[in-house]
């Protein structure tokens, strides 16, 4: 009769240990991970503005179920913390306005540029007519000097006749003080991104009209994804790609939610990162023409380098920047 040895309890604990790294191994192989892959962490930074609504309500639906991918979702004032922070890789993505995604990329800053997800968004809020005008040229409050609004006004107010320096001025204003600027007529008028404008025209109901610049203006891309390039070079691309889906059905969801039910469910959602109160985000989406259009797009070389040239005439760019080179290309990570 054949005699079988007992195995001693280090043998039988080493034998456990050794099958639960054999099934982790064989589910990370079915997986199509290799045991070693960790998920990939994304420090995501973001601005209390309606043209920033994917990336919270990304972070909202699809955070727990994630695979390949954890999310650091930060908060910031205004565009001038958002943009340091992303400078010295305190965060690794942000959605930042074009000019300036070229102005850091000029400046030797490795910074490539995914895609848009919206259009619009950006009203102009401007004092009564009766208002005593301290200066020929009119004043107007914009988020910075590489910002797209700054290109958006005076594209729009040059072809209206107007000139630069002689009948208007720009100066960058907070967006947390700009309502302030503009009730002590700082400023004549606002052209900022929703819903600062609407909130302007609610709180100064009886001094300001909010209007749109036209159509043609609002509709260039405005802002883009723009990611560390050592974040794509040295991460899980997977990881990336899995986020970048998240992106493009939460533009999706947005829409739907606009059109179909005046933005409820994302009113709800904004309440907890930006802090608006829901009847404004409510006003905000009821025009309809005046908040943003979601959609996930890849930004066309001829519309960037429609925005390079006129950074260029305004002295807005000292470098060449090759447009073609800063493209991130999800395809190229699969």
């Not at 890789?89 to 919206?118: C, Q, W």
């Not at 007519?129 to 958006?152: M, N, Q």
């Not at 959609?295 to 260029?312: D, G, H, Y």
């Amino acid at each position: 009769m054949k005699k079988y040895r007992l195995l001693c309890p280090w043998q039988r604990i080493l034998s456990v240990v050794l099958l639960v790294i054999f099934l982790h191994a064989g589910q990370a192989f079915a997986e199509g991970k290799t045991p070693s892959e960790k998920p990939v962490l994304l420090r995501i930074g973001y601005l209390p503005v309606l043209a920033q609504l994917p990336l919270i309500v990304s972070y909202d639906r699809d955070r727990f179920s994630y695979q390949n991918v954890r999310v650091e979702l930060t908060g910031f004032k205004s565009s001038t913390a958002l943009e340091a922070a992303f400078r010295v890789k305190a965060v690794d993505i942000a959605y930042l306005p074009i000019p300036t995604i070229f102005a850091m990329r000029a400046e030797g800053i490795n910074v490539l540029m995914g895609n848009s997800l919206h259009q619009g968004g950006s009203s102009l809020v401007t004092a009564s007519p009766e208002k005593e005008k301290k200066s020929s040229a009119t004043v107007y409050g914009i988020p910075g000097l590489t910002s797209s609004e700054f290109l958006i006004i005076y594209s729009s107010l040059s072809r209206a006749g107007l000139s630069y320096g002689d009948d208007f001025k720009v100066v960058a204003v907070q967006l947390d003080s700009s309502i302030e600027e503009l009730k002590q007529g700082h400023v004549d008028g606002l052209f900022l991104p929703e819903p600062y404008p609407t909130m302007a025209s609610l709180q100064l109901s009886d001094k300001v009209q909010l209007s749109q610049l036209a159509v043609g203006d609002v509709e260039i891309p405005q802002a883009a994804l723009a990611f560390n390039s050592n974040l794509v070079t040295n991460s899980n691309n997977g990881g990336l790609l899995e986020w970048l889906g998240s992106i493009e059905r939460a533009c999706r969801f947005l829409e739907e939610d606009i059109q179909n039910y005046g933005g409820a469910q994302t009113i709800l959602t904004q309440q907890l990162y930006f802090g608006f109160e829901p009847a404004l985000i409510r006003q905000s989406f009821s025009n309809r023409h005046l908040s943003p259009r979601f959609s996930s797009e890849k930004v066309a070389l001829s519309a960037l380098e429609e925005i390079f040239e006129k950074m260029i005439s305004l002295k807005l760019l000292q470098k060449s920047v090759n447009a073609n080179d800063m493209l991130l290309d999800p395809y190229l990570l699969q």
